[in-house]
């Protein structure tokens, strides 16, 4: 969840831009038009945290994949400290006394505090601490010219943390409903284990260094499924499943379809294959009880070994290659047929 939350930052080029610049249009405007040092400075601190985002906010783009959390973090910080400035310069501005500094750093606060709080509900503790902590140099400044309107400025706050815990609530309902679609469409209903949706998914997530696929078709299940009907046959696909994860653990465990399953060993699992092979074999093929009695199954096993980096869809043709090679030579054999990216 709290993946899915950062994800729905303000971490990519465009929106990091376009807030900075808002931001340093206020900066700009106090260095403009009062030629002060503090002024100058503030505008120079905004230029320098908008390279600190930018930088590696290009390059997570660049890769094409979700931003890095340390990523993340560090634009959070910057941000965190841009908008920490941004309310002692907006308060400055407005102590100046230039009528067109007060209506622009007005405006401004006004903008940060609407905005800043809902649009961070990800995080509320942390919204609803920008908004103060930028708020009440303001309200300080506006305070002594009207404690009326310094007020305003608090119910104003208390209205923005209000929407921001309301925008987190509703933001959380919305990621777990996601994840829970996204759970039923890449899941197998009968076995628990990932179908092939979901199989393409893991394997798009997986690091791209060495690996290895067990394609696995079981012998004898269509007899099993016509003596006992369909009931039974999905108890034992079921209780096959089951074993292959206790097979595997920690390692991807897929049902194709039908009885075709599919185990992948990604980085220093990848070279117990042999290993993980003769125990799938043997779990898979000891008697499974049911209500009209034990049954056994066996199984054919094909075996690609390669990189991840080249594609998965290679390994799986291999793997499927590797199976039907087993199945014409003998039943309850394993057949292996490494990549040559694997050599």
Known sequence: MRRDLLDTMMLRP??????????????????????????????????????????????ASRSGARVPEATAYVIIVSACVMFTIFGIGCAASFMTGI???????????????????PRWAAFPRLGIGLVVVASVPMMVAIGTLSLTVAGLFVV???????????????????????????????????????????????????????????FLDLDGFKAIN?????????????????????VAPG????????????????????????????????RVTRPIAL???????GVSIGAAAGLLADGAQPLLADADAALYAAKRRTKRRAAVRPRAAAA
């Open 156 to 214: 104003l706050v208390v209205h923005a943390a209000s929407l921001t815990m309301q925008n987190n609530r509703a933001l959380r309902a919305t990621l777990a409903a996601e994840r829970a679609a996204r759970r039923l469409a890449e899941t197998d209903a009968l076995t628990g284990l990932l179908n092939r949706t979901g199989l393409d998914a893991a394997l798009a997530c997986m690091p791209q260094t060495a690996a290895a696929l067990l």
């Open 251 to 282: 390692h991807a465990v897929a049902r194709l379809g039908g009885d075709e399953f599919v185990i992948v060993l990604s980085g220093e699992g990848a070279a117990a294959t042999a290993a993980v092979r003769a125990a799938a074999r043997d």
């Open 99 to 117: 009528e067109e500094l007060r209506i622009a750093a007005t405006l401004a606060i006004l903008g940060l505090v609407g905005g800043l709080g």
């Open 14 to 59: 465009v929106g990091i831009l376009t807030a900075s610049l808002c931001v340093m249009l206020m900066s700009g405007a106090a260095a403009w038009t009062t030629r002060a040092g503090w002024a100058c400075a503030w505008f120079c601190a905004d230029a320098l945290i908008l390279s600190i985002r930018m930088v590696p906010a290009i390059r």
């Open 226 to 246: 016509d003596r006992y009907g369909h009931a039974a046959g999905d108890r034992v696909l079921a209780e096959v499943g089951a074993r292959l994860c206790a």
């Open 291 to 297: 209500p009209e009695g034990d049954v056994r199954v």
